[in-house]
């Protein structure tokens, strides 16, 4: 995607602030026309949102080092105990004193442990257990629900996906969906455009797409305007001073990232920081050329948007956080501190717990207290 420089530092070597490109009314045009006042508000809209990109780029990296250190380490203490929990009540379900309520209410919280459990592991003592209580096979279940899901995805999207792909596997799956959502969108557009072909088109029709052409061809030319004078005056081999090389190879390599990504402005800002060009220039763009900027603004915020939702959103998948939650940059530390108290204090109580459940009393105590939260709640996930 193109980002434009104007919003970033320069390179080190240049040692300057990039100077940001927008019009500024003067004592010649005390208002701003109508196309320069909505240039100006999507500059604006686009440095707040590359802020707030940088701002998650920023934030992430620590998130990710605090989670490893805190986190992970309590989550597999926390996983060692459930699985120690799971072994316990199993035991305690076959001792006397246990009335036919109490060792049904038993079983579901021991498959239900178990069944969590085994999602993140394949442990064959926790299959035998989850099986026992549940009074079916896990390992049947799953493929019966494995080939459901298969179904039911195949449904939702309209192709099949093959016999061979892996389900258990989320990249193999995208990765098979998106080739057979590319497959189906080239076969409509070839369809589209063969469908064109055979219809005569419109004057209206043949005018617009000349009219598009002529466009897309003004824009081309613009760019390849100013790229022309700044390779020109950056050319490195022209130089002789080694520094000064040094410093124009830099803002070379920029113009020429810049031209390679039909990025505009950011040539322009390269103008501007090398004042090959002045604001009394910037303020002169006719409209006609506004209008083609303007509309590549819209583009590059709109990419920069989609980019944002995709970095917080596959940070709150790799994390397990709900995607519904409210989190920005500034309050993922706060978050995770949070997290980290919520899972030191369930470890303690499993440990308590632990303990308690080698009395039979205290269990049956337990378990009627897990009956009245049933019944008064709903109450059907694992207490642990």
Known sequence: MQNFSLFEESQPMTSTRVKAVAIVAGHDKSHLSKTQKAFNTLIKQIEKERARLLAWEAAIPPYQQEYAKEMLPMLAASEELQIKMVHCLDRASDQKGLT???????????????????A??????????????????????GADGIDEMKSMLEDMLGFDLGDDVDMSSPDDLLRRAHAQLQEQRAQHDAEQEARQARR???????AREAQQQAEEQQISQSIREVYRKLASALHPDREPDLQERARKTALMQRANLAYQKKNLLQLLELQLE??????ATINGISEVRLKHYNKILKEQLAELRQEIWHAENEFRSRFGID????????????????????????IRDLKKDLLAFEDIRKLKAWLKEMRRQAEADDFDDCPF
């Open 100 to 118: 036919k309520t109490e060792r049904r209410l038993l079983a579901g919280l021991i498959a239900g442990l178990a069944e969590q459990l085994l």
């Open 120 to 141: 993140g592991c394949d442990d064959a003592q926790l299959k035998a257990i989850y099986n026992k209580h549940s009074q079916t096979d896990y390992d049947t279940l």
């Open 200 to 206: 005569k088109k419109s004057a209206k029709q043949l």
């Open 274 to 279: 090398l004042e090959h060009i002045d604001q």
């Open 323 to 346: 995607p519904y939650l409210n989190l920005s940059p500034g309050t993922l530390m706060r978050h995770l501190a949070s997290e980290i108290g919520r899972v030191r204090h369930a």
